[in-house]
């Protein structure tokens, strides 16, 4: 299994950004993909997700109504928009992919974001 991430770069607060998270290796009808971050000094957190059969999604309260995540069957990715990015969004983001009431278990190589003020 693959997850490879892509779309992270530098961007003034208040921009916008779109990650991406393309999955291969295996099915992922019976799965969730999620996107967690990790600033510098910081432990890794939740961001969003998004269930890939009935395309429910999740997010943390911070990012609620700034951040959508979605989901191309066909191309099998995932994408998480970026709106209004605040400074303190700056991290490195991370896709991961996890059965339904199980932990995650896929992870992909991270991709920086960074919000200047």
């Known amino acids: 299994v693959q997850l490879q991430a892509s779309g992270g770069g530098m961007v003034q607060a208040g921009g916008s950004l779109r990650l991406s998270c393309a999955a291969s290796?295996?099915?992922?009808?019976?799965?969730?993909m999620g996107w967690f971050r990790q600033a510098p000094g910081k432990e890794r957190e939740f961001v969003a997700a998004?269930?890939?059969?009935?395309?429910?999604?999740y997010y943390t309260d911070s990012v609620k109504g700034r951040f959508a995540i979605s989901r191309d069957n066909a191309k099998n990715t995932v994408n998480l928009q970026m709106n209004s990015l605040r400074p303190e969004d700056t991290a490195v983001y991370y896709c991961?992919?996890?059965?339904?009431?199980?932990?995650?278990?896929?992870w992909g190589q991270g991709t920086q974001v960074t919000v200047s003020s």
């Open positions: 991961a992919a996890g059965r339904l009431g199980s932990q995650y278990e896929y």
């Open positions: 998004i269930t890939w059969s009935s395309g429910n999604t």
């Open positions: 290796g295996r099915t992922f009808s019976s799965y969730r």
